[in-house]
């Protein structure tokens, strides 16, 4: 009876642990400065410093409603503190976030920033947010993003 | 109270933090890798005292250029951070300049020297910035009465800076060669190089263009005073003098560049067509004051038909053709004497004239001569003249009056 109720007991015990999930908290994922890449040809982007490399057709597709001409597009690419990629790209009208999936990155939201496409956008990582530039022109009103959306600033 | 204060400057803070910061900083970081990477391929192909002088330079500015975007350049460069990249920079540069057998002593002096240049060049680019301003704060001036004393001063403070602008090219010129201590003739081939690439990177022959255009431009906005041209054709002698000294050294050094030969030669039309401007505009206004002052001179062009003409009509006023009274021609001497000669152009053009070469001294004899000559024709004789002559008179009449009284006496 003692040696089952001891077989139960170690039996219950091996379950609760294999079944409580182990969290590492915090943890930062945010890359310093955005990349600004181009697609090979057929269209992946690569960023070898963090060794990530997705296909952005569908991505083009789904903005411009083109994904042959993909090489000549520079595609901006931000990770936040949460690890969320936000990614944009010169015409786009929507900035994307993603996450991340098994082997492929999940749509997490799509915010709209501008009405008739990004000039020359540009992030830059400001601590819980992502901040949306115009290179172009310094004295344009910046935007702060979340993957809720627009925190600060106007679509423009 | 307080807390709405509070949420006042806060409010405030997050709105000057959204404004501040607007330009991409991948831009900035990719700017730095950018100048790093260039900075290592001069240190690679450093090949006299004076380009690693250079080099050292280079590095202190981009170092005192990105310092506050330390923390930022520190959280991107991967693998070095923003120390490590220019204690790397510093390290390629001492193994080159240790290749190179450069001696620590020289290499301090002509290390000073280029930091002079580079301060020099920095002073340049500020002030061309101030400059344009100040042109742009004219054009919009120009057409308000009501702000005279404002255009007056604005143009005060470009012919200054000018001028200053004038120097500072100069001084660089200089502290460039003199980093090599010898005359272009003596200079090897790799010296030569040396320097033709440094008047290259700090755009020597744009910058000299740049300033005869500027004093150019100047000179042919509205608005300026007699003093200005007075300034104006100072300065004009003193650039062309300078670039006597300057412009032999550079055609000697582009000797083998035909474009650059081009140059120099562009800068010397650039420099005639200033100076005749200078001379135009210099006569122009010389014949403007006077003829405000009601002395209205045949046309003059350049110092002999001023001193011709000028002398000219003095002695028809010396020869009072008009036969005008006396008070009249006194009081017109007197005029021109207290408004335009004490005034102005003895003083002020006169030298300036004789200065710039427009008049030889003869010349200024001449002039001075005429006023002179107006002024005793024009002057009442003094009252100790006519005493003087009243006394010979009497001792005269005495004389006489005493004789002829002892002639009688004697007679009889």
């Not at chain 2, 006299?48 to 170092?63: G, H, K, L």
């Not at chain 2, 460039?176 to 040396?194: C, G, P, R, W």
């Not at chain 2, 046309?299 to 009249?328: R, W």
């Amino acid at each position: 009876m003692k040696t089952t109720f001891c077989f139960i007991f170690c039996i219950i015990a091996f379950i609760i642990a294999g079944c409580s999930s182990l969290t590492l908290r915090p943890a930062n994922f945010s890359w310093p400065i955005e990349i600004a890449v181009t697609p090979d040809v057929d269209g992946t982007v690569k960023i070898p410093r963090y060794q990530v490399s997705f296909n952005s057709k569908p991505l083009l597709f789904e903005e411009l409603q083109d994904s042959i001409y993909v090489t000549n597009r520079m595609m901006h690419v931000i990770r936040d503190q949460n690890g969320y990629y936000f990614i944009t790209a010169k015409d786009f009208k929507n900035v994307y976030v993603f996450n991340q999936d098994e082997g492929a990155l999940k749509l997490e939201s799509k915010i709209q920033v501008s009405e008739n496409g990004l000039e020359a956008p540009a992030f830059n990582q400001k601590g819980l947010s992502v901040q949306l530039v115009n290179e172009q022109k310094e004295n344009e009103p910046a935007i702060l993003l979340s993957t809720d959306g627009i925190q600060e600033g106007e679509k423009k | 109270m307080k807390t709405t204060l509070y949420i006042f400057i806060l409010f405030l803070g997050s709105f000057c933090f959204l404004n501040a910061r607007q330009t991409s900083e991948r831009l900035i970081v990719n700017k730095f890798e950018g100048s790093v990477k260039e900075l290592s391929l001069f240190a690679d192909s450093a090949k006299t005292v004076q380009d690693c002088a250079e080099i050292s330079s280079m590095i202190d500015e981009i170092e005192m250029k990105y310092a506050e975007k330390k923390d930022l350049l520190d959280r991107a460069l991967y693998p070095d951070d923003y120390s490590k990249a220019i204690e790397k920079l510093r390290g390629k540069l001492l193994i080159r300049r240790n290749d190179l057998g450069v001696i620590e002593t020289q290499y301090a002096r002509i290390t000073e020297l280029e930091a002079q240049v580079l301060g020099l060049s920095n002073k340049i680019d500020s002030l061309d910035q101030e400059n344009e301003k100040l042109a742009n704060a004219i054009k919009r001036m120009s057409g308000s009465k009501a702000l005279v004393d404002s255009l007056k001063m604005v143009i005060s403070k470009l012919r200054k800076n000018l001028i200053k602008r004038d120097e500072v090219i100069f001084s660089l010129v200089d502290s460039l060669f003199l980093q090599y201590d010898k005359n272009v003739a003596n200079m090897t081939d790799i010296e030569k190089q040396s320097i033709y690439g440094k008047l290259e990177r700090k755009n020597v022959f744009t910058g000299l263009k740049k300033s005869i255009e500027d004093n150019l431009n100047f000179l042919r906005s509205t608005n300026l005073t007699p003093s200005d041209y007075v300034e104006i054709a100072r300065q004009n002698s003193r650039f062309t003098s300078q670039w006597k000294g300057v412009g032999p050294k550079l055609a000697d050094i582009y000797l083998s560049g035909k474009k650059k030969t081009d140059e120099v030669m562009l800068i010397d039309s650039l420099l005639g067509v200033w100076s005749k401007e200078v001379d135009r505009s210099n006569w122009e206004s010389l014949n403007t004051i006077l003829t405000k002052n009601g002395i209205v001179l045949k046309p003059f062009n350049n110092g002999d038909e001023f001193t011709a003409n000028f002398t000219g009509y003095v002695d028809t006023l010396i020869k009072n053709t008009m036969e005008e009274p006396e008070d009249v021609r006194a009081k017109q001497f007197n005029a021109f004497n207290d408004n335009v000669w004490k005034n102005n152009i003895e003083p002020t053009w006169l030298p300036v004239l004789l200065e710039s070469g427009k008049l030889t001294e003869d010349q200024v004899d001449k002039i001075e001569n005429a006023v002179d000559n107006w002024e005793s024709a024009v002057s009442p004789i003094s009252p100790i003249v006519y005493i003087s002559i009243a006394i010979v008179i009497i001792a005269i009449v005495i004389g006489l009056a005493m004789r002829f009284r002892k002639k009688p006496e004697e007679e009889g």
